[in-house]
């Protein structure tokens, strides 16, 4: 089945710690996206690529960091310099040609502070 | 700045009445204007796309339409499992998605 994987579902994270959330996508879309969502909040952009090896900061980008090596992959890194990182993280893929432009969403990671 | 805004937050229906959802959008080069649903916990889950203005989708007893600065989510009869958050979106011509904050809909048995 084609789709976007986001791994683990659920993370705790140290105080001061670095952590990798994992995004796979097999839709063969060019462009993925990582989102932050807060309680009864809205889609929040942290991170956008449009192809592989470039990426663009998003509206809160600061504290995290992406790399793009292969198509089907885009990891977000929540550093220790994000004061805040309890939250739902979306990742998201989309084609960036074509008729259809619509993004299609993995199932999310909740990353809990302990 | 481009931007989305949807009304009402939260929205209560009895079973089977029926209601509108409103996104209203300011966004620059707008190329696509998309609907989607979120249950709690779960990822959002694509429901309509919409690319120009007078355009209408149709799925179940929801339908999507949009106008030059608003698009509207139509829900006819609405069930309980229609219970969700929809969220709405533009896309500013590939470039990224810009979300509203969503619409809580309950649906009373």
């Known amino acids: 089945d084609g789709g976007i994987t986001q791994s683990p579902k659920y993370l705790f994270r140290k105080e001061g710690q670095n952590v990798t959330l994992s995004c796979e996508q097999n839709l063969n879309h060019d462009a993925m996206y990582w989102y932050r969502q807060d309680p009864g909040q809205g889609l929040r952009l942290i991170y956008y690529?449009?192809?592989?090896?470039?990426?663009q900061k998003g509206d809160i980008a600061e504290g995290y960091s992406v790399s793009r090596e292969k198509k089907e992959s885009f990891p977000l890194t929540v550093t220790s310099a994000q004061k805040n990182p309890t939250a739902f993280y979306l990742c998201?893929?989309?084609?960036?040609?074509?008729?259809?432009?619509?993004?299609?969403f993995g199932q999310g990671t909740r990353l809990t502070v302990v | 700045e481009d931007q989305v805004t949807q009304s009402p937050e939260a929205l209560r229906l009895q079973e089977g009445e029926s209601s509108s959802l409103n996104c209203s959008y300011t966004?620059?080069?707008?190329?696509?204007l998309f609907w989607y649903r979120q249950d709690p916990g779960k990822g959002p889950e694509f429901l309509f796309t919409l690319y120009s203005a007078g355009e209408e989708k149709e799925k179940e007893r929801l339908k999507a339409t949009l106008t030059k600065k608003e698009s509207f989510l139509h829900i006819t009869a609405p069930k309980p499992e229609d219970s969700a958050t929809y969220l709405c979106a533009g896309d500013n011509y590939g470039q990224n998605f810009v979300f509203g904050p969503g619409t809580r809909l309950s649906v009373l048995p």
């Open positions: 998201a893929s989309s084609t960036t040609s074509g008729g259809n432009t619509e993004a299609f």
């Open positions: 966004v620059s080069g707008l190329r696509g």
């Open positions: 690529s449009q192809i592989v090896n470039d990426f």
